[in-house]
C-alpha cells in the first residue's frame, strides 16, 4: 500500500459515497414532505407523464359531475313549474265538472267561472315566470340545452341533450284560454280540452324526468369512474411512506456512518508523516 499526501483516494472515495447518500436522503425528505413518489421528471418520467395526464382527467371528471348536478337542478325548476300548472289544470277540470252539473246555478256558475278565470291567469304566469338563468323554459321559447357531461368533445359520448319538445304552457298554448264555466254546455265542451292539455303537460313531465333520471345515473357513474381514475393515479405517483421512511432510516445510519468514515479517511496522510520522522 502506497502512503501519499498530495491525493487522498479513501478520503475521495468515502466523499464520493457520503455524497450520494446526502442526494438520496434529500430525495426521500422530498417525498415524504410532498407525499408524491415523483417530485421532478427525472424521479419517473413515464410516470410522471401518465399520472399528469390521469390528473387533468380527474379534474375535468369533477367538473363535468358538476356539470351534471347543475343540470339537475335546471331540471327541478322545469319540473316545479309543470307540477303546478298540471294542478292547476285539474283543478279547473274539477270545477268545470262543477258547473257542468244542474246541481248548481247560474250564480253559483258566475262565481266557479271566477276562480277559473283566475286560474288560468295563474298559468299563464308561471309559464312565463318559470325561468333559468333568463330563459324561460314554459313560456314557448325553443328549449334545447346540452349538457358537458364528459371529459372529451365527442356528441355522443361526451354530451347530454335536453330536447324536450313543445315546452308551452300557456293558457293559450295548451289550448284552454277559453275555457268558460259560466254556461252548463260551455262547461261540458271545455272537458275535452282539459284532458288535452293536461296529457300535454304529463307528457312534457314525463320526458323531463327521463332526463333527470339520466343525467342522475351519468353522475354516479361519473363519480366511479373519477373514484377508480383518482386510484390508479395514486398508485403511480404517491408516495409509500412506510417505504420512504425505511429509506430515510437507512441513509440517515449511512450517513452517519460515511461522515465517520471520511473523518477517518482524512486522517490517512498523517501516516506518511510518521515515515519522516
Not at 325548476?77 to 289544470?89: H, Q, R
Not at 280540452?193 to 354516479?220: F, H, K, M, P, W
Given at each position: 500500500m502506497s502512503f501519499t499526501i498530495q491525493t487522498n483516494h479513501l478520503a475521495l472515495n468515502a466523499q464520493r459515497a457520503l455524497e450520494q447518500v446526502e442526494a438520496r436522503n434529500a430525495r426521500t425528505i422530498q417525498k415524504l414532505a410532498t407525499g408524491s413518489r415523483i417530485v421532478v421528471a427525472a424521479d419517473d418520467p413515464a410516470g410522471l407523464a401518465i399520472s399528469d395526464n390521469m390528473?387533468?382527467?380527474?379534474?375535468?371528471l369533477g367538473q363535468a359531475m358538476r356539470n351534471s348536478q347543475d343540470a339537475v337542478s335546471l331540471i327541478q325548476?322545469?319540473?316545479?313549474?309543470?307540477?303546478?300548472?298540471?294542478?292547476?289544470?285539474i283543478r279547473v277540470r274539477e270545477l268545470s265538472m262543477q258547473s257542468a252539473s244542474d246541481t248548481v246555478g247560474d250564480r253559483e256558475r258566475s262565481m266557479l267561472n271566477q276562480e277559473v278565470k283566475e286560474l288560468k291567469s295563474e298559468i299563464t304566469r308561471i309559464a312565463r315566470t318559470t325561468s333559468y338563468l333568463d330563459r324561460e323554459l314554459l313560456a314557448g321559447e325553443e328549449v334545447r340545452l346540452e349538457f358537458q357531461v364528459g371529459?372529451?368533445?365527442?356528441?355522443?359520448?361526451?354530451?347530454?341533450?335536453?330536447?324536450?319538445?313543445?315546452?308551452?304552457?300557456?293558457?293559450?298554448?295548451?289550448?284552454?284560454?277559453?275555457?268558460?264555466?259560466?254556461?252548463r254546455t260551455d262547461a261540458q265542451d271545455g272537458l275535452?280540452?282539459?284532458?288535452?292539455?293536461?296529457?300535454?303537460?304529463?307528457?312534457?313531465?314525463?320526458?323531463?324526468?327521463?332526463?333527470?333520471?339520466?343525467?342522475?345515473?351519468?353522475?354516479?357513474?361519473?363519480?366511479?369512474?373519477?373514484?377508480?381514475?383518482?386510484?390508479?393515479?395514486?398508485?403511480?405517483?404517491?408516495?409509500?411512506?412506510?417505504?420512504?421512511?425505511?429509506?430515510l432510516t437507512r441513509d440517515s445510519i449511512l450517513r452517519q456512518a460515511g461522515v465517520s468514515v471520511l473523518s477517518q479517511a482524512n486522517q490517512a496522510p498523517q501516516l506518511a508523516l510518521q515515515l519522516l520522522r
Open positions: 390528473n387533468a382527467t380527474v379534474r375535468s325548476v322545469f319540473e316545479g313549474g309543470t307540477n303546478e300548472i298540471s294542478n292547476m289544470l371529459t372529451g368533445n365527442d356528441e355522443e359520448k361526451d354530451r347530454i341533450v335536453f330536447d324536450p319538445g313543445s315546452s308551452d304552457l300557456t293558457a293559450s298554448g295548451l289550448g284552454v284560454e277559453d275555457i268558460d264555466v259560466s254556461d275535452e280540452a282539459l284532458d288535452n292539455a293536461i296529457i300535454q303537460v304529463n307528457e312534457l313531465r314525463a320526458r323531463v324526468g327521463s332526463t333527470q333520471n339520466r343525467l342522475q345515473v351519468t353522475y354516479n357513474a361519473q363519480g366511479i369512474y373519477r373514484e377508480n381514475l383518482t386510484t390508479a393515479k395514486s398508485r403511480i405517483k404517491d408516495a409509500d411512506v412506510a417505504e420512504e421512511t425505511t429509506n
